[in-house]
């Protein structure tokens, strides 16, 4: 067995192991659909990233990475945009919550003058 069909292996191990446990958290309902279906997509990515590998050799000769390193740097790169995505993401959600709590604050406040008058009728 070669060392390029043993990090193959590698990888492809890794990449159903990587499904399998998108698959099983997403059922429990501990991960969204819509988050769970990009992880399923970045691991079907990964899988024709594996069988890849291959070719990656041709052009990993021209830079001082191995064919393994080439995959781990493309890989890398794409969580780091991943990361930036999920980041654009929270900072959305973040401003959202924000103004939800304004409009809560304000809406507490309207509340509250709404019954002192009816207090203020009553008495």
Do not use: C, K
């Amino acid at each position: 067995m070669t060392n390029l069909t043993v990090q193959l292996s590698i990888v492809v191990a890794g990449d159903l192991a990587m499904f399998a446990l998108v698959f099983w958290i997403s059922r429990r309902q501990l991960l969204s659909l819509r988050y769970a279906l990009g992880w399923m997509v970045v691991s079907a990515l990964l899988l024709v990233a594996a069988l890849a590998l291959a070719l990656a050799g041709g052009i990993s000769d021209s830079l001082p990475l191995t064919p393994t390193g080439l995959l781990s740097a493309t890989g890398i790169g794409f969580l780091l945009l991943i990361t930036l995505q999920l980041s654009i993401s929270l900072s959305g959600h973040q401003e959202a919550i924000r103004e939800l709590s304004e409009a809560n604050a304000l809406l507490e406040e309207r509340l509250s003058r709404v019954e002192q008058r009816e207090r203020s009728r009553d008495a």
